[in-house]
């Protein structure tokens, strides 16, 4: 198929490149923001028809997508977030284009999770608890009530906590492997951190572009009955201590660690696991990339980093 990728630029949509071009796929990557701005309609229906040809098929990744910077501009969240998927479909819409599209969207729909929606199915209630929630919630909305009114074969993803090699170190995986090198090498007698106990939902990033091609391919072939919300995750949970503890191991430190209040969600759940099953239903997935082998690859990133 041809794939076309919004976000193409980005942490998962390098490794979706990948993905889909050693799985047969061609695929046409969107301009960074400084060439498309993902909510120019017209922009975006100009790269729609250019000469890759028309798309079979497209995945939106584009976006804001860390909750703190959409906490510090929640209208800029609200743009890109959601005005940017509604801008991705009228331009399909505006060169007569029907693919089967893929929107990537957030657990952190879920808000904070009561101890019986654990694990957490697609049906679980929605509580959005921060702007970039709120934002994620109306995107899901508005690729909905598009593949409804319009007949786009849609799925959305509900993506849990992922991470891997080059990922943004504002993030808490990288960002604990950086800690864990300083403390390797003398420039730190402690690890920094925030809630420590706190446990999450986290998949290698791998693992989660191999999920999207499923679910795409899926969606392609018409097996997807109607829009489509999945929940993308690998079904277990892991604490922020027990990562650094890991992280730890393999660098060969002592996990001292000392919490650090500016680190510190004041919102932050204690527990978040996901019920998977659908997505096995539908694409037969299951994550194949252990969380040591996740970690000890970030670890390697983080040692070699400048």
């Not at 100009?46 to 906490?71: N, Q």
């Not at 074969?153 to 300083?182: C, D, E, K, W």
């Amino acid at each position: 198929m041809r794939v076309y990728v919004t976000g193409a630029i980005g942490f998962v949509g390098g490794w979706l490149q990948l993905e889909l071009v050693q799985h047969g796929h061609t695929v046409v990557a969107a301009p960074g923001p400084d060439e498309l701005e993902i909510t120019d309609r017209d922009g975006l229906a100009r790269w729609l028809t250019g000469p890759g040809g028309p798309p079979e098929a497209v995945v939106h990744l584009a976006g804001m997508a860390f909750a703190p910077d959409a906490k510090d501009d929640p209208a800029e969240a609200f743009r890109v977030n959601v005005g940017g998927t509604v801008a991705l479909f009228e331009a399909l819409r505006q060169v007569g284009a029907k693919p089967a599209v893929l929107v990537s969207g957030s657990s952190d729909v879920y808000g904070m999770p009561r101890a019986e929606d654990l694990p957490l199915r697609e049906s679980a209630p929605l509580s959005p608890l921060h702007p970039y929630a709120l934002s994620k919630v109306a995107q899901e909305a508005v690729a909905v009530e598009a593949s409804v009114r319009y007949g786009f074969p849609l799925v959305v993803t509900r993506s849990f906590n992922h991470t891997g090699p080059g990922q943004r170190p504002v993030f808490v995986v990288p960002a604990l492997a950086r800690r864990v090198i300083a403390a390797q090498r003398g420039e730190a007698d402690s690890i920094p951190a925030g809630n420590v106990d706190v446990c999450r939902d986290l998949t290698d990033v791998r693992d989660v572009v191999r999920a999207y091609r499923l679910l795409l391919e899926c969606a392609a072939a018409g097996s997807v009955s109607g829009p489509c919300v999945v929940n993308v995750a690998s079904g277990t949970a892991t604490s922020i201590r027990s990562i650094i503890d890991q992280l730890c191991e393999l660098a060969g430190v002592p996990a001292r660690v000392k919490v650090d209040g500016s680190l510190v969600r004041a919102l932050d759940p204690a527990d978040i696991r996901a019920d998977a099953s659908l997505l096995t239903e539908i694409t037969g997935w299951r994550p194949e990339i252990p969380l040591s082998t996740t970690l000890a690859d970030v670890l390697a990133e983080a040692a070699n980093a400048r």
